[in-house]
């Protein structure tokens, strides 16, 4: 009988903890206490370890033509699944930077991308003694076109605002776990993409930890 329960949190730039970015030369990195994983972990409890892999950039399956190929998620999960298991959950955050102009994706096709990222997660036998670990997909909040990446994302906003949707519906048709994360947080104004402090808190102490409650981790 294991006593930790083990999370691992797979995101991008918002699960790293990247700041909002006045300029393309960004402003670093919020400490390690304020990123959402660790304000959930720490609500959580010492019996819970809460793993935080956020890359900046990271996609769900695209090899980014600008900052290179190991940003495709679907690339460097399957060492991830292997390198922290056991796992008994695996939170998916990703979505957000396939909405940048250069990759032409839809809500539904970046909802199908998550698809199959689940079902990578369900078959690495990832979970303990090789069960599937649950699996929670948290859909971004919706993106504003403004500042230093506004270009980059020309044409996402309004495509972000079908993601949730998207989302769920791929996670029913899965029976894997949802949150939306937009009914609590909302991108910074600052570059339209990050969260400020106080959202990485939000996001943190209330969503995600009520969904992982309600998954049956009593």
């Known amino acids: 009988h294991r006593m930790t329960r083990t999370i691992l949190c797979f995101g991008d730039s918002n699960t790293h903890g990247t700041r909002p ?67 008994d959950m695996v939170i998916l955050k990703l979505g957000t930077n396939d909405l940048k102009n250069c990759f032409h994706v839809s809500a539904t096709d970046i909802a199908f991308f998550l698809d199959r990222l689940v079902r990578m997660i369900r078959a690495a ?32 906003a309004a ?3 079908g993601l949730a949707a998207a989302i769920q519906a791929m996670t029913t048709r899965l029976n894997a776990g949802f949150f939306d994360a937009g009914r609590v947080i909302a991108v910074s104004p600052v ?16 969503a995600v930890l009520g969904a992982l409650l309600i998954r049956g981790f009593n």
């Open 21 to 87: 970015m006045p300029s393309l030369d960004g402003a670093g990195r919020f400490g390690h206490e304020a990123r959402w994983p660790s304000v959930m972990g720490k609500a959580l409890g010492p019996e819970f370890e809460v793993i935080t892999e956020g890359h900046p950039g990271r996609t769900t399956v695209h090899d980014d033509p600008t900052t290179g190929e190991y940003r495709s998620g679907v690339r460097v999960l399957p060492a991830l699944l292997e390198s922290h298991k056991p796992l």
């Open 125 to 156: 036998g990832a979970g303990p003694d090789g069960t599937e670990p649950k699996v929670l997909v948290v859909a971004p909040p919706p993106i504003l076109e403004v500042g230093c990446l506004a270009e980059m994302f020309a044409g996402g």
């Open 159 to 161: 495509k972000s605002h």
């Open 191 to 206: 570059d339209g993409i990050h969260y400020e402090a106080e959202a990485q808190v939000q996001l943190g102490r209330n």
